[in-house]
């Protein structure tokens, strides 16, 4: 029987050589070539030539990014990368790749690993690679297919990362880059900050023993402007306004409607500060036998500076005037009353990522080897100086009771006009506010005379995954005649403890209802011009507001904590955190959830070749089993009462006790899969597979416990209960593929994919009632207060009612009103994860990679079209199944490499998607977003390279909605990032 196979190109063989060594570690072990002059070819040009060769030589679905040179990644961050790969989307953070879609399948059904080890991650099972810096990645690949030695938990893909080993590449290799990074949107923190790598690999003792260290510090100063409402809340009655002046064009069936909870702007400004680090050691203990012990270590600190500013609603308690359009969206209100105020706040945390590595390769004979490889890993975030988020509210809250009010607080009447145009979907809310002074005169504008203190509170959160995880993995290799070529198996061992701890200091007593808000000096306010802020979105010249009232955090921060309250000082004055080394931190832990997971797992694959026609046909066959285990705990401090604190604030009344509740699961799968290859022609290949793949459920979702989320204001009530016995996603994968290889670095490809999912997780909310948690907003003596304010004429908002039961009780204005047994149980909005259903989604994936000869241009494409019964129905009012981040997206690069220039301009493209579903189960989507980047490399000489950068050049920007794109939820800009450097190799 003869073969055929693909001869690798004499620049594939040294770019694998020099930059990824064992490019593949679970399937595509290169053999070993010896008298082979190596040539070193890099450039962009170089990385798509050896991507593409990495594509054609895989069983089954393959994609690869390589680095163009050493310590020189194609992009300055991995996820940026990955989205110009076909069927790859990402989502962005702080306008930087954060996360990745692949195939319509989000962040939580992607497994990402390093060198083939699974990586922890924080928060959930999506790995976040704003976290790990590209200068020590040589290459990434993506298996869109999945085999049996590859580790489980990628419905999606897996994505792998590779890092150079030094005994791969023999000799001294080096290189050093700098840069310097400009962002347009800075405004705060300096205008130029340093970006510093570093590389260095060497082999001695005859090659036998190798060290490579590589580190980056990375800083970066940005702001965000947004725009946002709280939430959309359905079926609000503002019947009983007085007055109402209401224009209804709503022609839904239901008579649904959807009302503005608060709206305002927030200015962020950004320090983001990364350290990466690796290294390496090998020896050769002999010519069978290599160890090596690795160490990776990452860090991100992350500080926000916050200027938080808008109107604050009543709930519909007192409308003036309202417009609701076809869809039941409130476009346009004028409440009486409501707030203005401003959230000076300071969110600080880091992520912290720690793996220690040790590695032995055994040639047991000619035909038989040995893998076992080991890791103990860490992934920490938490939050830093303050805690995740310290804020402290100023506002102009009226303010009557207050001796030294001065001029009149607050607007008697907050205009609040809450609109988006359908057609332009870059609209932001515009909203507004009439004020009135103590004498009843109009005023024009705020002045510090008008603020006070409202309340503040710090948030302290952190999550934590502790990995170990043992693999040990064998190979025949068939020496002789026969159709099998080679027959892997292993055994792999995993465990991973999530935990998760949120704290809260509960609110500082500064506000109007605790009798406490207090005057600070007018001096101390200061107002600021917002003409220019979001003004990337269409309607941002028409803000009725153009400015904001603000002060210095710490100087707020210093006299909200002298602060003392006289009305309830049992409740309120413990509040505030104690000082901690000399910084103020969150109390005692309030939620802690622990899921431990242990997964066996046990593989078989065979490699094998058929003669079909004088072509080779390979086939891939094996299956892996895997059993999970999962031990769940959680503290708990049910909540056993409300009170009804003032106006629409609310608080819960938790047991003294906290208590740790406890739940297990188990789960066993088979994986089958299946990869044939078949050159059908030369350069043509079709491929097709069968695999069965599984993502394991969200580790929020496994709890044990019972949370009640927030505080309890009327409407957003809200419960989320675990389930540790779920079952994981399991998808049955098929497809078809065909690639034509048609000229060095050119090629088209089209191929179909199909997954039908079992198991899907869908988070069901309920309307539900807790025994003991009583609402006295429904009681009998709220109905009383309702019918007397009605009675003498007067609107009967929550602050009126919350007014009159407490002197219908002889109580005094302010004081709390907790539930009693005539009160009936309260509502709550309970959310749990379910096993519901089966579905099915399959797509199209278009690329084409075109070289023109010699002149140096060349094009990449890309598409990708997904579809399936995964979509959500934005008109039905009741829960929904349907698949988060499931989108079609597209790429397109033009690039030029000769002569030392490398040029390379990008344009991606990302479809409208659903981003999840809020407290009510209304969808929310994210907009369609497109973006241009721009690269730019000159090599000096051999050594030394000069390189520009432009990312978002064209400054885009992102925008959310709930339901229908006149609900906007959140917007942002950010503006460009300009890089400019230099990179010198040895």
């Not at 140096?856 to 890309?862: K, L, R």
């Amino acid at each position: 029987m003869t073969t055929k196979q693909f001869n690798k190109s004499m620049l594939a063989t040294s770019l694998s050589l020099i930059l990824a060594g064992n490019l593949a570690p679970y399937a595509m072990a290169q053999e070993q070539q010896e008298n082979i002059e190596v040539i070193e070819i890099t450039g962009i040009k170089g990385s798509l030539i050896k991507s593409m060769d990495v594509k054609r030589s895989a069983t089954g679905v393959v994609d690869a990014i390589t680095a163009e040179d050493i310590g020189k990644f194609p992009d300055s961050n991995l996820a940026e990368s990955l989205q110009r790969i076909t069927g790859v989307s990402i989502d962005r953070s702080n306008n930087e790749g954060s996360k990745v879609t692949v195939r319509g399948m989000g962040p939580e059904f992607n497994l990402v690993t390093l060198n083939g080890r699974q990586l922890p991650t924080v928060g959930g099972r999506s790995f976040d690679f704003a976290n790990i810096a590209t200068e020590g990645v040589s290459a990434v690949e993506i298996y869109k297919t999945t085999k049996a030695d590859l580790p489980s938990g990628g419905i999606g893909a897996t994505v792998n990362m590779l890092t150079a080993k030094p005994l791969n590449s023999p000799g001294l290799k080096a290189s050093l880059g700098v840069k310097g990074v400009l962002e347009t949107s800075n405004e705060a923190g300096d205008d130029i900050t340093p970006e510093v790598s570093g590389i260095y690999s060497n082999t001695f003792n005859d090659d036998k023993f190798g060290v490579l260290l590589s580190g980056s510090y990375q800083d970066r100063n940005n702001r965000e402007e947004k725009a946002a409402i709280d939430n959309w809340i359905p079926n609000v009655d503002i019947s009983a306004s007085p007055n109402l002046e209401l224009t209804d064009n709503n022609t839904r069936e239901d008579g649904a409607t959807w009302y503005p909870q608060n709206s305002g702007y927030s200015i962020n400004d950004n320090e983001r500060t990364r350290i990466n680090g690796q290294l390496v050691l090998q020896y050769a203990i002999n010519d069978d036998v290599t160890a090596t012990v690795d160490y990776t270590y990452s860090k991100l600190e992350f500080e926000s500076n916050r200027n938080a500013f808008g109107v604050w609603f009543n709930n519909g308690g007192n409308v003036k005037s309202a417009t609701i359009n076809e869809n039941g969206t409130y476009t346009d209100i004028a409440e009486i009353g409501g707030d203005y105020a401003t959230n000076l706040s300071r969110a600080q945390y880091q992520n912290e990522n720690k793996s220690l590595g040790f590695n032995l390769q055994w040639q047991a004979s000619d035909a038989l080897s040995f893998e076992f490889d080991a890791h103990d890993s860490t992934a920490l975030s938490e939050g830093a100086g303050l805690g995740n988020d310290a804020f402290l509210i100023i506002g102009n809250t009226s303010c009557g009771f207050c001796e030294d009010a001065g001029a009149a607080f607050g607007p008697n009447t907050a205009n609040i006009n809450v609109k988006t145009n359908m057609v332009d979907a870059n609209g932001i809310p515009l909203w507004g506010f009439d004020l009135i002074d103590g004498q009843g005169n109009p005023q024009d504008e705020l002045t510090g005379a008008d603020m006070g203190s409202l309340f503040g509170a710090v948030t302290q959160d952190m999550s934590e995954n502790d990995m170990t995880q043992f693999q040990l993995k064998g190979e025949w290799v068939n020496n002789n005649s026969g159709f099998v070529n080679k027959v892997s198996f292993g055994a792999s061992r995993t465990q991973m403890e999530f935990r998760q701890t949120q704290a809260y200091s509960q609110n500082l007593p500064a506000g109007w209802w605790t009798w406490s808000a207090v005057h600070f000096p007018d001096d101390m306010f200061s107002r600021v011009g917002i003409d220019s802020v979001l003004d990337g979105f269409s309607n941002a010249g028409n803000k009725p507001v153009d400015y904001y009232m603000t002060a210095d955090f710490d100087q707020v921060l210093h006299l909200f904590e002298t602060i003392e309250d006289t009305i309830a000082p049992d409740i309120y004055n413990d509040g505030w955190p104690e000082e901690v080394n000399g910084q103020f931190q969150a109390g005692p832990i309030d939620t802690d959830s622990r899921v431990k997971e242990t997964t066996t797992a046990l593989y078989t694959q065979a490699n094998m070749s058929f003669e079909v026609a004088d072509r080779p046909l390979n086939v891939v066959v094996g299956v892996r089993y895997e059993k999970t285990d999962v031990e769940s705990a959680g503290l708990e401090r049910p909540a056993i009462a409300m009170e009804w604190v003032n106006g629409n604030e609310w608080e819960y009344v938790y047991a003294s006790e906290q208590t740790f509740s406890s739940g297990t699961g188990e789960t066993e799968e088979f994986l089958p899969s299946i990869d044939i290859d078949y050159e059908i022609m030369d350069d043509v290949i079709a491929r097709a597979s069968y695999s069965r793949s599984l993502t394991r459920p969200p580790i929020g979702a496994l709890g044990s416990t019972k949370n009640f989320l927030g505080n309890p204001k009327v409407g957003q009530r809200k419960v989320s209960v675990g389930n540790p016995q779920l079952q994981p996603y399991v998808a049955d994968n098929y497809d078809v593929s065909f690639e034509y290889y048609y000229d060095q670095g050119s090629y088209a490809s089209i191929g179909y994919f199909n997954k039908k999912v079992d198991n899907f997780l869908v988070n069901v909310t309920t309307d539900e009632t807790i025994e003991g948690l009583r609402d006295v907003f429904i009681g009998p003596r709220a109905d009383e207060a309702r019918e007397q304010l009605i009675a003498e004429g007067i609107q009967p908002s929550d602050q009126a009612i919350h007014d009159r039961i407490n002197e219908n009780m002889g109580q005094e204005t302010g004081t709390r009103i907790g539930a009693n047994e005539n009160d009936p149980l309260a509502t709550f909005a309970v959310s749990r994860d379910v096993n519901l259903r089966a579905s099915r989604l399959y797509g199209w994936e278009l690329a084409v990679q075109h070289m023109f000869g010699e002149s140096g241009f060349g094009i990449q494409a890309n598409a990708t079209i997904v579809n399936g019964d995964v979509s959500v129905n934005r008109d039905i009012t009741t829960a929904q199944f349907a698949l988060v981040g499931m989108s079609d997206s597209a790429n397109l690069s033009a690039i030029y490499d000769k002569d030392g220039l490398s040029v390379r301009v990008s344009y991606n493209w990302r479809d409208e998607f659903l981003s999840g579903f809020d407290q009510h189960s209304s969808p929310v989507f994210t907009e369609a977003y497109s973006q241009i980047d721009l690269n730019v490399n000159y090599q000096v000489n051999e050594q030394l390279t000069i390189f520009f950068e432009g990312l978002n050049i064209t400054e885009e920007t992102q925008r959310v909605y709930v339901r229908y794109p006149e609900q906007f939820l959140n917007g942002a800009q950010y503006g460009a990032r300009y890089n400019l450097g230099a990179r010198y190799t040895f």
